[in-house]
C-alpha cells in the first residue's frame, strides 16, 4: 500500500484544515492509520490514531477535543480533521501504517510512511 498525504496549507489560528491520507495499491481494511507531525528543531510526535479493528480512535493530549481522525472506507482514504488551529500546531505531518496495530502501537511498529504534507499556522 503507498501512501499520499495532503491538504496542508497555511491557515490562521482558530481556523481549520482537513487532511487526508489516501491508499493505493490496497486497502486500509487490516491497517491501524497513524497520523504524527514534525516540528523545526523537535522530534516527530504521535497525533492520532484510527485502529484497524473497532475503528476506534485515540489523540494526542494536545489536540484532544480540536482534531478528529476517521476514515472512508469507499473513498480508500484516511482523514485528519483539524480545528482550532494553534501556531504550535505548525508541522509537517505525516500518515503511517501498521497492519494489525492497536492504538498503543509505538513509532517503531509502523512501517509505511506517507511523504509528509506541510501544515502553517500563523498567529
Known amino acids: 500500500v503507498q501512501l499520499q498525504a495532503s491538504g496542508g496549507g497555511l491557515v490562521q489560528a482558530g481556523g481549520s484544515l482537513r487532511l487526508s491520507c489516501a491508499a493505493s495499491?490496497?486497502?486500509?481494511?487490516?491497517?491501524?492509520v497513524g497520523w504524527f507531525r514534525q516540528a523545526p528543531g523537535k522530534e516527530r510526535e504521535f497525533v492520532a490514531v484510527n485502529t484497524w479493528s473497532a475503528n476506534y480512535s485515540q489523540y494526542a493530549d494536545s489536540v484532544k477535543g480540536r482534531f478528529s481522525v476517521f476514515r472512508d472506507s469507499a473513498e480508500n482514504t484516511v482523514y485528519l480533521q483539524m480545528n482550532s488551529l494553534k501556531p504550535e500546531d505548525t508541522a509537517v505531518y505525516y500518515c503511517?501504517?501498521?497492519?494489525?496495530?492497536?492504538?498503543?502501537?509505538?513509532?517503531?511498529?509502523?512501517?509505511?510512511w506517507g511523504q509528509g504534507t506541510l501544515v502553517t499556522v500563523s498567529s
Open positions: 503511517a501504517t501498521n497492519i494489525r496495530g492497536s492504538h498503543l502501537s509505538p513509532q517503531y511498529e509502523y512501517d509505511n
Open positions: 495499491g490496497g486497502t486500509f481494511s487490516h491497517y491501524t
